[in-house]
């Protein structure tokens, strides 16, 4: 049974540092993209951050360039987004979902291509 499990949200202050990890099961995590998608009170789901099958495709939202980093441990399974200087706005439910149609070299910034959601891991920046 396919699973993505995703831990490490929580409440921090804007400036902060969080690492938001997607562990799969059922399945290998480097045959497919991965994509880490939020959404905040009020509003739609969007996609934050995607990793191609390999680590050579990631690309990020505008919002979150040059703060947000994602990368995958193989040996682990699992995929990272790595959150620094976060901002209010950055508050949310952060999900990770697989990208089935993905192959090497492309990483789709687009929730159509994604299935297999998380349960997702809250994530809270306020003073």
């Known amino acids: 049974q396919w699973q993505l499990v995703e831990s490490g949200g929580g409440l921090v202050q804007p400036g902060g540092t969080l690492r938001l990890s997607c562990a799969a099961s059922?399945?290998?995590?480097?045959?497919?993209?991965i994509g880490w998608f939020r959404q905040a009170p009020g509003r739609e789901r969007e996609v934050v951050s995607c990793i191609g099958v390999t680590d050579g495709a990631k690309d990020y939202v505008d919002s979150v360039k040059g703060r947000f980093t994602i990368s995958r441990d193989n040996a682990k399974n699992t995929v990272y987004l790595q959150m620094n200087s976060l901002k209010s706005e950055d508050t949310g439910a952060y999900y990770c979902a697989v990208d089935h149609t993905a192959v090497q070299g492309v990483c789709h910034m687009a929730e159509v291509y994604y299935g297999d959601w998380g349960q997702g891991t809250q994530v809270t920046v306020s003073s």
């Open positions: 059922g399945f290998f995590l480097k045959n497919y993209g």
